[in-house]
């Protein structure tokens, strides 16, 4: 399975659950799980993340995602086909969208058509299910249901490629 990962899942982890200077251990694994080929993250989403914080300078996150290593790792190496991103867009949310409407949606319509682009992918984002959200305000989980692409949330992705602070232990007992 590939994970593509939405931009909130790097950003929430980086600022609740796993930073950057506190657990490296996170991100190296997810590095590594990049460079396995198990993580990408398409272009559209990778700059949404660096588009991040005002300042960049103090913005670990950005850091890391410039080090050459990591990105080398996690760049999904493939461009989106943009007749999935209209469908996307007009099956997942509404045929009749305004310029406005779509420009709320932002980026997501492009993960989750990178996602349909071929088999054994999950869209992996933070966002919840709420299935009365309509048009532009709908959620990942409820666009991707509607398409038929597998989505998860982090912690069901940390848990199926196996994430733990001691993860090169495992990597070194193979």
Known sequence: ??????ANV???ANNFYYPIDRVPEYWEWLSYMGSQGH???PFEIFEEVKEGPDDAEKDLLFAWLQEDANK???LLDERVDPGLV???IAEGYAPDLTDDEVEQIGRDAFLIAYGLA???????TVETSAPKKQRQNRKVPDVCKAMGAPCCTPFEFNRALGFR???KMDIKKL
């Open 165 to 167: 602070t001691q993860w």
């Open 1 to 6: 399975m590939l994970y593509l990962p939405d």
């Open 86 to 88: 209209q469908k996307v």
């Open 118 to 124: 071929a088999r054994e992918r999950c869209v992996v």
């Open 39 to 41: 993580v990408k993250m």
């Open 72 to 74: 080398k790792a996690l």
């Open 10 to 12: 790097l950003i929430t």
